[in-house]
């Protein structure tokens, strides 16, 4: 939804504050699409700071599903979104000091509040993810999922030069 700055830009520089519905169904990142199970309105306000300058704040709570790191099954994962940005309309996303934010969400005197989210979802985005603290993952001979049982491979995570070792091991269980 594209959000008309003329109000804040103009002469009186009025402050905007909004409920936006979202229409995001699902969120793609690094090529994978996770579909948004819920979202809220995004609650933004846009305010004049100085010249072309503009603070722009936000809230929202989307639910995603992303599938565990370790066993792959589907982990629904709230993201609560809290931003302040700090744009000048007059500098380009290069030239701009470090104190103030990119704004590739704006355009001319609009200001896109679907790209705004997408943004802050993947800044948001969880490093890791997992099912449960424990989890033990899949097998990385079968692919079985560990959590739900255990499986029948031969464990070939250990180093083959110790196999004289292993075999010392297994003839005398009593060592």
Known sequence: MLLNLSDVLGEQHKTIERE???????FVHEGTSYPVLSKE???????????????????????????????????????MLDFCKNVDLDMSDG??????DETNYIDGYEL???QLLRNE?????P???LCR?????????????????????EDTGLDPRMSVIRDVFKNFKEV
């Open 95 to 100: 030239e701009q000091p470090e104190e103030l």
């Open 112 to 114: 896109d509040a679907e």
């Open 133 to 153: 603290d424990d989890c033990k993952g899949i097998c990385n001979v079968c692919g079985q999922n560990l959590n739900r049982g255990t499986c029948n491979c």
């Open 127 to 129: 490093t890791k993810i």
């Open 20 to 26: 936006i519905p979202v229409e995001m169904d699902s």
């Open 121 to 125: 979802v993947l800044i948001g985005w």
């Open 41 to 79: 309105p995004l609650s933004l306000k846009v305010e004049h700071i100085k010249n072309r300058e503009l603070l722009i704040t936000g809230k929202n709570r989307i639910t995603v599903e992303i599938p565990c790191d370790r066993c792959l099954e589907p982990v629904k994962t709230e993201l």
